[in-house]
């Protein structure tokens, strides 16, 4: 009988057990899930916000390449138009300066024929003067007798100017 006794089923066993049960999920419930599930919240907020830092820290870190990638395409457009400008002023002002050049030559050049014209006249002056003095003394010698000079000089005028048509 006593193996009865083991397997035996008591009633009030059972009630107590299943009160002993309740009142040990109540207490584990209240003093250890409780506050366990706070802290895994507690966790859990956390680990969120850490995650939602780091989503902004790479959404911001896009962004911030993003706007460098656009400085940076400004920056060599600006840099090619600089260079464009700087090229296109240059051969501005290489333009300017040939220009000047051009014209100080043409000036130089202008100037040369007017001074080589100037001492042309002057040196047909000197030869026409010394050919009426040397015509004045010879026709003095020849003709012995006196000529008057301005008689003499448009004589030789004349003399040269046929010389020149000639």
């Not at 003093?31 to 956390?46: H, M, N, S, Y």
């Not at 680990?47 to 939602?52: E, G, H, L, M």
């Not at 600006?78 to 290489?94: D, G, R, W």
């Amino acid at each position: 009988m006593e193996f009865l006794d083991l397997i035996s089923v008591d009633p009030f066993r059972i009630v107590v057990t299943i009160v002993n049960l309740l009142i040990l999920y109540w207490v584990i419930k209240r003093f250890l899930f409780k506050p366990v599930q706070k802290i895994l919240d507690k966790r859990q907020a956390e680990v969120d916000k850490i995650y939602n830092d780091a989503a902004q820290a790479q959404q911001a870190a896009d962004k911030d390449k993003s706007e460098y990638s656009e400085k940076l395409q400004n920056a060599e457009a600006e840099a090619q138009q600089l260079l464009k400008a700087a090229a296109k002023k240059a051969e501005k002002n290489s333009d300017q300066v040939l220009a000047e050049a051009n014209a100080k030559a043409s000036a130089m050049l202008k100037k040369a024929e007017a001074d080589i014209a100037q001492e042309r006249k002057k040196a047909v002056n000197d030869i026409k003067n010394e050919i009426s003095d040397i015509s004045v003394s010879i026709a003095g010698k020849v003709i012995e007798r006196e000529i008057n000079a301005d008689d003499h000089k448009a004589l030789i005028d004349g003399f040269i100017e046929n010389l020149d048509n000639a």
